[in-house]
């Protein structure tokens, strides 16, 4: 490999330092916006968001456990008017029931799911604005 070496003095010299130091240290710091830290209300209403999301969460579970009850009621009944020998009216009024019951018991469980979801999301803003507030 050949290398060159190249001289400079004076002016270039002091020209050079100047750009390699101060200039591009400057262009650097202009990039970078000032970050300003959330107001202390953001913090407050990600608090009242969990708790509103912990809220949605206990009725989630108790909808859950009443229409669990309910399922376990109505296949009870539908056993026994099996049994019992009862007509096709009243054995499709129970599997209807049944079915109602297990649909309503899907729709708990997402709706259980999806406030869940939300309250990680708000954990995780109300975290970071705390982080933020504090200057880490």
């Known amino acids: 490999m050949n290398r060159q070496i190249v001289t400079v003095g004076g002016a270039a010299l002091l020209g050079l330092a ?4 101060s200039g591009i240290g400057q262009a650097q710091q202009t990039t970078t916006p000032p970050s300003t830290p959330p107001a202390q209300g953001d913090v407050r209403k990600d608090t009242q968001d ?71 999301e708000d954990r995780k803003e109300r975290r970071q604005d705390r982080r933020e507030n504090h200057g880490k």
Not at 63 to 92: F, Q
Request: hydrophobic share 20%; no cysteine.
């Open 18 to 21: 100047l750009l390699s130091n």
């Open 50 to 120: 969990i708790r509103q999301d912990r809220k949605d969460i206990r009725e989630d579970r108790q909808d859950l456990r009443k229409d669990r009850r309910e399922r376990r009621e109505d296949r009870r009944e539908l056993r026994e008017d099996r049994r019992e020998g009862a007509g096709k009216g009243e054995l499709a009024k129970d599997r209807a029931e049944l079915k109602k019951d297990n649909q309503d018991i899907r729709q708990d469980r997402k709706d259980l799911h999806q406030d869940r979801k939300d309250l990680r």
